[in-house]
């Protein structure tokens, strides 16, 4: 007979905590990838960190090993994953011509995400049941920077001018966003026990998508979560 009250073992205990410093080591790979102009490295590098935060969390909430030391190790790393890499990024690939304005408008960047996971680190130690992100999540930002520069190389777009631009403007949004008031979906509104055959048929479609056309699907992926936020808004929901 199982003892379901027993303390998780050793190992469980410091398993998601390690896959969180793997998502942290990526955001450094990341960083230095950038700074030496491997910008797709970088890209993908903050696409694994956003698989390690979601599997540290799943990994600490199946095991019961969550604890308030795992969600501020976390939100410490979810900084430069999905703060600082993101910013270097956007920098190093598109507004490094704008010299110390580029460096404003990132730096903005990084402030809003560091501000945005001090409200989710508050929400989350006071009232746990929301089922809603108040504000665009930071790895949904960092993830739509990735994104919009998989689908500039993928569609062979060469116009430094015009991304220089077209980045200053969609910097400074996802920096508002993340700071905002929109309501943007969150895993706990899925129900996944009632759900699990949709669940799994919708991973597998994107798992295929992925393999096929990892750029492209990216990009509508990242784009179909931002919308989605203002999206909740327009039909009436608020948080």
Excluded: Q
Excluded at 88 to 100: D, E, N, Q, R
Excluded at 232 to 237: Q, R
């Amino acid at each position: 007979m199982v003892d379901t009250n027993a303390t998780p073992r050793r190992g469980l205990i410091v398993l998601p905590d390690l896959i969180t410093s793997f998502g942290l080591l990526c955001g450094c790979v990341s960083i230095a990838s950038a700074l030496h102009e491997r910008f797709e490295i970088s890209a993908i590098m903050i696409e694994i960190s956003l698989a390690c935060d979601i599997c540290d969390g799943l990994v600490a909430r199946a095991s019961r090993t969550a604890s308030p030391f795992g969600l501020e190790y976390d939100s410490l790393s979810d900084v430069v994953a999905f703060g600082v890499a993101p910013a270097i990024l956007v920098y190093a690939w598109a507004l490094k011509s704008l010299g110390i304005l580029g460096v404003v408008v990132v730096g903005i960047f990084v402030i809003c995400a560091a501000l945005r996971l001090a409200r989710f680190n508050i929400k989350a130690s006071s009232a746990g049941g929301k089922t809603r992100f108040v504000g665009l999540p930071v790895p949904g930002a960092a993830v739509t920077i990735a994104g919009l520069l998989f689908g500039y190389r993928y569609f062979g777009l060469d116009s430094p001018r015009a991304l220089c631009v077209v980045m200053v403007s969609v910097t400074l949004m996802l920096a508002a966003l993340m700071v905002s008031r929109l309501p943007y979906p969150a895993m706990k509104s899925v129900d996944f026990a009632a759900r699990k055959f949709e669940m799994a048929a919708v991973f597998l479609i994107l798992t295929a998508f992925m393999l096929i056309a990892p750029s492209l699907t990216t990009l509508i992926a990242s784009m179909i979560y931002l919308i989605s936020g203002p999206a909740l808004a327009l039909s009436g929901e608020h948080v």
